[in-house]
Structures are given as C-alpha cells and as structure tokens.
C-alpha cells in the first residue's frame, strides 16, 4: 500500500537557521505530493504542493522539490522564525483512492530566539 | 469565511457512553472525511465520503459509524467507546475535481477521552 516515511523529531533550531525535513514515499499509482502544517492547537493547513515530476511547490519561504527518481519531497526553508515552530506533515495523494491522503508521523520543529 | 466546524473541541467520557462528534463545512465541498492524530502514527484515516449517502471505509473504520445525509455535515458517531478511541479527531473536506483535489481543509479537532 501507500505510505510516507519521514524524518523524526523534535528538531530544535535557532532563529535564521536553515531547515530539511526529510520525506520519502511509496505509492502505487503516480501522487501528488503535500505538505501540511499544524500549529499549535490548531488543525492542519496545506503548506505546499507538487503534482508532478520535478514540480517545486512554494510557500511562505518554504520548498520542496517532486523527485521521482528518489521518491522524495524534502522540505527546506533557508531561515527559520520562531513563528515557524510547529508540526510538519509529508502526506500523498494518489489519484485512484479518491481524495484520501496518506500522511506521514509528522515532525515537530522547535525554533529558539 | 471558509470553514470547517468540529464539535465537542474536549470531551472526557466513560465507556461504553454513545457519543457524537458533529462537523460541518460551507464551502459546498463534496467530499469530506474523518481522521484520528495519534502520536508518532500522524493522521490515520477513519471514514470518509464523496457525495451525501456515500460513505466508505478508510484504513481504521472498527468502532465507529458515519452518515452523510446533507452536503455539508458529516458525524462521527462512537456507539460504544473505548479506551482505544483516546484520541485527536480531525474532521476535513475538499472538492473532488479540479485543480485543488486533494486539498484537504480541516477542522480544528477534537480531543476525545474515554476513560
């Protein structure tokens, strides 16, 4: 079946560091691919997305690039802010399984002043 | 404003205790599904359905119930709890066809405690 495997946390970092969240997939139909976040006591929010080969989503100064040939989705942001701590999931989407998303256990970030 | 709206947010019951978690969306999605966030496992699917009066399984549907008789609600029944249905209950919703699919917008969650 389809499943995201990413890194595990906490991650702890300091204000304007550099942040890669790790995720990698399987699938057994062609995904898209999603990255969602949820701040504290809140639900989750689509962060960004890549429906595609080589797709790079964008948001709020955060990236991550489709790579098919590793079956990745790494998320990165060059400077983190202490707005930015919260739990980050990798999720799937396959498009045979309807609108079900499989996600990942989630990765929580911890940025410091 | 766009929205998804879970209730109980808290909850503390006993076993065994029917129990309903109400949630509704305006934005006239079709499809809207039900997870449960436990540590360590992310979001595991439970229900979810495509249009009102469809409604399948998802990957943890034992002890629970779902019905879709309008659009735009979609409860989550617990008919008899169990200690194992400790958990964050997040309902969500999206279209089914167009450029977003697969976009899923959530409710806040609701944290549920059977004790």
């Known amino acids: 079946g389809d499943s995201v495997t990413q890194m595990e946390g906490p991650v702890t970092l300091s204000e304007e560091a550099f942040l890669t969240i790790n995720c990698t997939y399987t699938?057994?139909?062609?995904?898209?691919l999603f990255w969602y976040v949820q701040y504290p006591g809140e639900g989750l929010q689509l962060l960004l997305k890549?429906?595609?080969?080589?797709d790079k989503g964008s948001n709020k100064g955060f990236e991550a690039t489709y790579r098919k040939e590793t079956t990745s989705f790494h998320l990165e942001k060059g400077s983190v802010q202490v707005s930015d701590s919260a739990v980050y999931f990798c999720a799937l989407s396959v498009r045979a399984a309807g609108n079900k998303l499989t996600f990942g256990g989630g990765t929580r970030v911890l940025v410091k002043p | 404003e766009a929205q998804v709206t879970q209730n109980p947010r808290y909850l503390i019951t006993v076993t065994g205790k029917k129990l309903t978690v109400t949630c509704s969306q305006n934005m006239n999605h079709e499809y809207m599904s039900w997870y449960r966030q436990d540590p360590g496992l992310g979001l595991r699917q439970i229900y979810y359905s495509m249009n009102v009066e469809v409604t399948d399984k998802g990957d943890v549907p034992e002890g629970y119930k779902v019905s879709r008789k309008e659009k735009r609600n979609f409860p989550l029944i617990l008919e008899s709890p169990s200690p194992n249905q400790t958990s964050l209950y997040f309902c969500?919703?999206?279209?089914?066809?167009?450029?977003?699919?697969?976009?899923?917008?959530f409710g806040e969650g609701s944290r549920l405690t059977v004790l």
């Open positions: 969500a919703s999206s279209l089914l066809t167009g450029a977003n699919t697969g976009e899923l917008f």
């Open positions: 890549a429906t595609k080969a080589d």
């Open positions: 699938a057994t139909g062609y995904p898209s």
